[in-house]
């Protein structure tokens, strides 16, 4: 059984700039959730996909997007990167609500 | 909006001795689940132990159980025999069992420093 696996692990990118981020959900989980996590605080929600559709989303703007692809991968794209949005991203994935989610080791997401 | 509280930002313990730490929660919804997670500093968060509301027993994982007060809303994880493995960042979780928006989504606290001293 794989876990979730995220890429790349490290990322520095200049203010203004656009950043794609990757995950690799568990095999046979459907659906995929990303957090940003700042340093010393707990996972803040971005958004939800499930079966390639987004169906739930946090307090976070339009410039933060995502994709789900068929076989449940998934990506966050960030668009006009701002300071604070240095931060560790997490990637989740789950089968049912309730029995729990898989995490990733994340991205750690620089912005200078 | 839930919201979730953990009012411990540090505890230490001694290897081999017990420790609890603390989680309150608000919530309108009546059935959800609670979670402790761990993170160490590989950073990957690792689920420790789970908890449905409907459940009045309480969760127990070997060393890990959990007191849960459902109209306190109190969710407290109570780790025995502590190991130097234990050391990480603790965090107490929340997801509601319903539709809308924010299906699915899990709200965390704040989280607590725990380290176990030899």
């Known amino acids: 059984e794989t876990g979730v696996t995220q890429s790349p692990t490290h990322l520095i990118k200049t203010r203004g700039q656009q950043v794609t981020l990757r995950c690799s959900s568990q095999?046979?989980?459907?659906?995929v959730s990303w957090y940003q996590q700042a340093l010393g605080q707990g996972p803040q929600f971005i958004f939800q996909y499930y079966r390639e559709e987004e169906n739930g989303r946090g307090n976070f703007p339009p410039r933060f997007s995502g994709l789900q692809f068929p076989n449940y991968s998934s990506e966050l794209n960030v668009n006009a990167l701002e300071l604070d949005d240095s931060a560790l991203y997490l990637c989740?994935?789950?089968?049912?609500?309730?029995?729990?989610?898989?995490f990733g080791s994340g991205t750690r997401l620089t912005v200078v | 909006a839930q919201t979730v509280t953990q009012s411990q930002p540090e505890m230490s313990v001694q290897e081999a001795e017990t420790v609890t730490l603390s989680c309150t929660y608000d919530t309108s919804e009546n059935n959800y689940y609670l979670f402790w997670y761990k993170q160490p500093p590989s950073r990957q968060m690792i689920l420790v132990i789970r908890?449905?509301?409907?459940?009045?027993q309480n969760a127990t994982e070997n060393r890990f159980s959990v007191n849960f007060q459902k109209a306190a809303k109190s969710f407290s994880l109570k780790i025995s025999d502590s190991q130097l493995g234990d050391t990480a960042m603790y965090f107490c979780?929340?997801?509601?069992?319903?539709?809308?928006?924010?299906?699915?989504?899990?709200?965390f606290g704040q989280g607590t420093i725990l380290t176990v001293h030899p």
């Open positions: 095999s046979g989980h459907n659906t």
């Open positions: 908890q449905e509301a409907y459940k009045q």
């Open positions: 989740a994935s789950s089968l049912r609500i309730g029995y729990g989610y898989t």
């Open positions: 979780a929340f997801v509601a069992n319903a539709g809308g928006t924010s299906y699915g989504k899990l709200t």
